[in-house]
Structure formats: structure tokens, C-alpha cells
């Protein structure tokens, strides 16, 4: 069944033309949009287009696509670069970070965990965040004595932050490259701490959405928000953008916060990714409503292109099998680009809904009809 219904969505995706501008997904399909309508009324709500840096997100706009980056960069700023790469070469308009103040979001209880694996598989990323002198004295004393068997959770953390110098070198390659960049803060001091670079938005991520203070926090910025819905009711998130002070500048991703393992199966996962809720946001609170799947395939993604988001994130990877707790989760190179060529061929070949005889045509007209009517 499974296998079928890849199958089904699969064969949309042609390749209609070549030579397409990549993150302006072409100016003729971008021109047939925006003269469609600049704004659509969907389920009796008129939905109005979010402007996301230079882009504007929402109905009859090409899809804003979201090379999510995450913490799969293992604090390593020359492979975020190659992450980089991947995502402007793919066509993606944005990649996205993570980044949290340690202390605040982690329990002392829960910094103490064992963690084995950052002393074994994550050694030559934890060896090179004491080079960058990110590592808590503390930390580092432990992992010294204990001849670094005893790894825990506290420095795997730490290691996975940035400072804000390295942010600043990503903020300059990005520029260089030519895609925005963005970060889902966990807490209120990363808000203001990121509030020194220009960000096109704030992401609201899943296990935030219901922390009040970092709502306020993030909608006193003045910039758009994208507002994660795992882990939440309709009526938790009512209640958060009442926090917000409404809808405006506020796009919603439909999002269900299962990661699967490598055992999992589509049969089990799929069902979780639930696409239909798209529309159901949607409907319910008149926004751009965008797909954030953790899903490790490229399809379902697509198919909420098909079903009509606004927006879509994926993770991204250089490999799955690399060292961190989100890479096989993630896809990898050749499916991100086949990804972002797919919802370019779908923009081209949804068209303008009118139904005429093309210019194209005349030539088979001429040549197969028989019989021709005179209106």
C-alpha cells in the first residue's frame, strides 16, 4: 500500500523545463502566481501573504522552503558551510539553526546524564569545541582525568552552540552565498542575543510553543514569526496567539513531533506526518500554513506542497549515518535537491487554473481535429 501510494505522488513531478532560476523559481511561474491573486480566501478566511526578508509567504507565492540545519553542524563552522552549500545550491531560500542558553533550558540533573557516545562516536567534534573554548572548565577537567571515558551530557551541549563571533562568520557566508538564515530560540536571553543579526524571522519551535514569556519575547522583535504546532491542541495554540496579540506577521507549520528511528517503518510513521492538518490550521486561523516534517523521506514533504503549504522545513544532512541525535532524521543532499526541483515543477505545472486553448496547441489542433465548432 505503502509502495503505491509513492508511486501515485511520484510520477507528478516531471521535469517540465531547464535552466529554472533556483530560489526564484522561475520568473514565469513566480509572474502566473502573483497575477492569480496577491491573496486567497480559503474556508472563509482572506489569507494574508507574510513578507519573510524578500519573499512573501502565503497563497499565490512560490513555496519558502527551510533547509533546517538544526544542530546537525556538531559546532563545526567549516561543515555548516558545506550545509550551507548544499541548501543555496539546492534552491532553498533559508537555512535555520538552533540555539539555547545551556543553564536555562537543561536541568543540572539532566546536564549530568551519561553520554558515551559524545567520548566515542562525537570525539573529533567534542576535540575540536575544547579548541573553540566552549567547553565549561568543569567539563573539561572531568574528561582529562577520566582519560575521556566519561562523557555526559553537559559538554555534548555546549558543543553543539555557537558564539556569537561564529555567527557572525555564518552570517557573512550566508550574505556571500546568497541565502537568509535564522535560528529557533529556546529561551528569552537567546532572543536578545540574536537580535544583534538581521534575522528575516523568529522560529517558534515545537517544544517552546507554550512558554509564555519566550512568546512575548520574540513578538516584541518585531519580526515575522513561524510558529511551530508539535506537541499542541487547536485550543493551546488559540491560546498562544492570544499570547502573540493575534495573526499578524504569523505563519503556522503543521508539525508532529515524532523522530524516527532506523527501524521505524513508513507504515508506522506516516500516518503521524498528517497532512490534512494544513488545511485544518488553516481554516481555523486564516494564516500561511507551512509543513514541518520529521519524517526521513522526501514524499510527504511534496505532497504538502501538492495540498497547498505556504512554507516547508526539512532537516538536512551531508550523511545519515554521521555523529548527532537529528542526523537520521535528516536527508541528504541529492534528495534535498530533488526535493526543491520537484516543488519548482509542481509551481510550473499547477498553471493559472483557466481553462483555454493554449498557442501551443494550434499546431495539433490543425493537424488531429476533424470537426471544428464555431462559438
Known sequence: ????????????????????????????SDTVLRNTYKKEKRMGHTIEPVRVGNA?????????????????????????????????NAGAHAVKFQTRTIPVVYSPQDLQKPRPDIVEKGLPYLKNAITRRVIPAHCLTRLETSNFKDGRTEEQKYMLEFTDYEYGEIDAY???VGIAWSVSCWDVASVER?????LPFHKIASPCNEDDDLLVAMRATGRP?????????????????GLLGGTDNLILMNCTSVYPQGTSTPELVLPLVNLRGIGTLRE????????????????PTYAAVAQGADLIEKHITIERGMYGSDQAASVE????????????????????GKITIYPDEQAAINKLRRVRRVI
Open 194 to 198: 540574536m537580535e544583534q543579526f538581521n
Open 56 to 88: 512573501l509567504v502565503g497563497p499565490g507565492h512560490p513555496t519558502y522552503v527551510i533547509a533546517e540545519i538544526g544542530i546537525n553542524h556538531n559546532g563545526d563552522t567549516d561543515l555548516t558551510k558545506k550545509l550551507i552549500d548544499i541548501a543555496a
Open 1 to 28: 500500500m505503502y509502495h503505491n501510494t509513492i508511486l501515485y505522488i511520484i510520477f507528478i513531478p516531471i521535469c517540465y523545463y531547464a535552466g529554472r532560476e533556483k530560489r526564484g523559481f522561475s520568473v514565469t
Open 284 to 299: 481555523a486561523f486564516g494564516v500561511p500554513v507551512g509543513q514541518s516534517s520529521h519524517d526521513t523521506g522526501i514524499v
Open 174 to 176: 550566508c550574505a556571500q
Open 333 to 352: 543532499p541529492d534528495e534535498f535537491a530533488r526535493l526543491c526541483q520537484w516543488i519548482r515543477d509542481l509551481q510550473l505545472a499547477n498553471g493559472d
Open 225 to 241: 514569526l513561524i510558529f511551530s504546532t508539535g506537541m499542541s491542541t487547536l485550543e493551546s495554540i488559540r491560546v498562544s496567539i
